[in-house]
């Protein structure tokens, strides 16, 4: 079974630092393009990092270029989100998940972590 | 930026036919799918590829592409079949978008 379980969010004050942990198992980590995606409550889902197989490629947001970085950990099976200089904005559940494909840039999502909460206050 | 709209809201009556429509420039052009979150869960793939389905995902779910319109389609909905769904699209240069969402009420 595919499993994939966030970690790391909380509370922080506006321009505050913060990392989100996603730990995976079920599958061959390496393989595959992993990208967090995040939810404002009562609103939509907004694509906000991807990164490639290898850690090799990385692509982000508009919204979180220059602020959040992408990594990963194969041989942990760990992804991670730094997320520097948040914003009021950037409160939002945030979700990992899994590309439905071995290519290198995110494609489709075959599977979802749970999420963590990341609330900013002003 | 690439954008994909979708209706806010669609209601279906057990047992009809439920649509959800997808607009984006030249859509065809790309890959769609879709995705169904019900409240207090993550989001779920149904339909990738513009058309398959994932393995568990119920045959009643389709989906397909043409012009600038992704649409899902569910067949025989059942009220199991109500939350939201989001369809997305991806390509080497956007990288990926989602559309705003459709909330499917079954009356």
């Known amino acids: 079974d595919v499993q994939l379980l966030e970690s790391g969010g909380g509370l922080v004050q506006s321009g505050a630092s913060l990392r989100l942990s996603c730990v995976v198992s079920g599958f061959s980590f390496s393989t595959y393009p992993m990208s967090w995606v995040r939810q404002v409550p009562g609103k939509g889902l907004e694509w906000v990092s991807g990164i490639s197989g290898s850690g090799s490629r990385t692509y982000y947001a508009d919204s979180v270029k220059g602020r959040f970085t992408i990594s990963r950990d194969n041989s942990k099976n760990t992804l991670y989100l730094q997320m520097n200089s948040l914003r009021v904005e950037d409160t939002a559940t945030y979700y990992c998940a899994k590309d439905g494909n071995d290519y290198t840039n995110p494609n489709w999502f075959d599977s979802w972590g749970q999420g963590t909460l990341v609330t900013v206050s002003s | 930026s690439y954008e994909l709209t979708q209706p806010p809201s669609v209601s279906v009556s057990p047992g009809q036919t439920a649509s959800i429509s997808c607009s984006g420039d030249?859509?065809?052009?790309?890959?769609a799918c879709w995705y169904q979150q019900k409240p207090g869960q993550s989001p779920v793939l149904v339909i990738y590829?513009?058309?398959k389905r994932p393995s568990g995902i119920p045959e009643r779910f389709s989906g397909s592409n043409s012009g600038n319109t992704a649409t899902l389609t569910i067949s025989g909905t059942q009220a199991t079949d109500e939350g939201d769904y989001y369809c997305?699209?991806?390509?080497?240069?956007?990288?990926?978008?989602f559309g705003g969402g459709t909330k499917l009420t079954v009356l």
């Open positions: 590829q513009d058309n």
């Open positions: 997305q699209t991806w390509d080497t240069v956007i990288p990926v978008v």
């Open positions: 030249n859509l065809d052009n790309k890959y």
